[in-house]
């Protein structure tokens, strides 16, 4: 079986998953980027009364918000959701996410458990350490000069 | 005479008699550890000097759809600016800081990748480092361009199976 083959075959639940931040349509886009970087983390998933994710509030929602000279305080996420929103469960094959980072470019992709609640994030990074993973000796043992990689860390 | 001495052609033993190339177990495992991040033709990147405000820097990465802006001084590579600096830096003081230099609040000596280095010391500076985007650059320490997890995937895909 080739990796495409394990890809299908693993479920979305293996891939590092990071906390989701969960904020309502109506949280201002200030609190929410108190929240992300609190949680170091380059999303705000809006979701409804019953917990199930509607949109995202992304970094490029508040660089585009910040390009327009408009105010964190006085806007509401709602009003600025990322495009892209890909929410897939966590028994659904890894191969969903590749296709959607490779394919679609997106950066986020919401996890949810079979009932559709809202159980954590991965995309980009989640699929980048999979593959890291799986080919330790092509990977990990690269070295990249002399930085030292840990302090430099961004997050996901 | 310069010294050196003389060769005879019938004892000269190449070295490379011995050698064997590397066995991978897939191609996948030899495109990781062997093709060079040249051959992903990394995405062209959008560059603003050091001098540049946070607030022209801002509105092109929202004008360009990009995540991060190379910052260069000269042909120079001396920082990155992402949409993480703007988060963690920029955001929440955005009007009393938009007419600083980028240089201010850019990500000074980021990790870099060589254009002849391996596709998986791309894929390390994303997936361990922990960098979206790792700026590439030519042997000669001039900027090639930037490699990003979409890029490394796309690249991988023919060898999945």
């Given at each position: 079986m080739g990796f495409r083959g394990e890809l299908d075959q693993d479920t979305v639940g293996n891939l590092p998953l990071r906390d989701a931040i969960a904020v309502q349509h109506d949280t201002t886009a200030l609190d929410a980027v108190k929240l992300m970087r609190e949680k170091s983390l380059g999303c705000a998933v809006i979701v409804d009364q019953g917990g199930t994710p509607t949109g995202l509030f992304s970094e490029q929602s508040l660089v585009d918000m910040l390009a327009r000279d408009l105010s964190l305080a006085d806007h509401v996420v709602g009003d600025f959701t990322d495009a892209g929103l890909l929410v897939v469960r966590s028994?659904?094959?890894?191969s969903r996410v590749w296709d959607a980072v490779e394919?679609?470019?997106?950066?986020f992709v919401l996890v949810t458990d079979d009932e559709g609640k809202l159980i954590g994030v991965t995309g980009q990074r989640g699929i980048a350490e999979y593959l890291a993973e799986r080919f330790p000796q092509q990977v990990l043992v690269q070295r990249l000069g002399n930085t030292p990689w840990m302090q430099q860390r961004e997050g996901a | 005479m310069n010294g050196t001495p003389q060769s005879d052609p019938d004892k000269f033993e190449d070295p490379l008699n011995n050698y064997e190339p590397t066995p991978y177990a897939s191609e996948l495992h030899r495109v990781l550890a062997e093709e060079a991040i040249d051959d992903m033709q990394s995405t062209p990147s959008a560059q603003v000097t050091v001098d540049t405000s946070i607030r022209g820097a801002t509105e092109m990465l929202s004008e360009l759809k990009v995540s991060s802006l190379l910052v260069v001084k000269g042909e120079t590579l001396v920082g990155i600016f992402t949409e993480r600096d703007v988060l963690e830096k920029v955001a929440e003081n955005y009007a009393a800081l938009a007419d600083q230099p980028v240089g201010e609040v850019m990500s000074a000596d980021p990790t870099v990748v060589y254009?002849?280095?391996?596709?998986g010391m791309a894929l390390a500076g994303i997936?361990?480092?922990?960098?979206r985007h790792v700026p590439v650059l030519k042997v000669d320490g001039t900027v090639m361009g930037i490699v990003s997890p979409k890029r490394v995937l796309r690249h991988l895909s023919p060898y999945l199976d």
């Open positions: 028994s659904d094959p890894i394919r679609d470019g997106l950066r | 254009e002849t280095d391996p596709v997936a361990v480092a922990g960098h």
